[in-house]
């Protein structure tokens, strides 16, 4: 056994944070840049998973017995139809999730702006309203321009996440890094197999 400082393991982990963030941060601005292609992409991830689901549906349906087996049965059925459907009509799929992720913002909206009526005397709940004005105004947006918005809608709003989930992962990291350098413990050492 050797042993590795710690500062050398924590060097090589916020190294890795460092990539990966970097990475998605590209991948993201690659989903805006070209969101159709996105969206399609992630219709056919959803898709794929679905049919897994199915498969996993029907392996749970086989080890059940009576009323349970026959229900299994058919959620694993609906799943794989639908994953194997979406996966063959990738632009039916983008259209039908781009509905999904309106009606999901619709409720999200509603509930951020309800959370504000509730908070509205403690500090800060002023961006409760206004994170729900927005989501409401994205959902709408959506809706109005909705079946053409599939074109850009899960694209470009999973590249915005990516984006931004990057470079918080990235600050972090990088944040890391400056409090690694700034306490420099070089005694300390953890137990590594060689």
């Not at 970097?22 to 992630?42: E, F, K, S, T």
């Amino acid at each position: 056994m050797s042993t590795l400082p710690v500062t050398t393991i924590f060097k090589r982990a916020t190294g890795w944070g460092i990539f990966w963030s970097i990475l998605l941060i590209v991948l993201g601005v690659l989903a805006i840049a070209l969101p159709w292609i996105a969206a399609i992409a992630i219709t056919t991830v959803v898709a794929w998973l679905m049919i897994l689901g199915g498969i996993m549906h029907l392996s749970v349906a086989f080890s059940s017995r009576g009323r349970a087996l026959f229900w299994e049965l058919l959620v694993s059925l609906a799943y794989i139809f639908a994953g194997g459907y979406m996966a063959l009509h990738p632009v039916i799929g983008a259209a039908t999730l781009t509905l999904l992720l309106t009606s999901f913002f619709l409720i999200e909206g509603v509930l951020e702006i309800a959370a504000f009526f509730h908070m509205q005397r403690h500090r800060g709940s002023g961006w409760m309203l206004f994170d729900g004005i927005v989501t409401l105004a994205l959902a709408g947006l959506i809706w109005v321009h909705w079946p053409s918005s599939s074109l850009w809608a899960i694209g470009t709003i999973v590249g915005i996440s990516m984006v931004v989930s990057g470079w918080k992962w990235l600050m972090i990291a990088l944040l890391s890094r400056q409090a690694l350098k700034l306490g420099e413990p070089g005694h300390d050492r953890l137990d590594s197999a060689a």
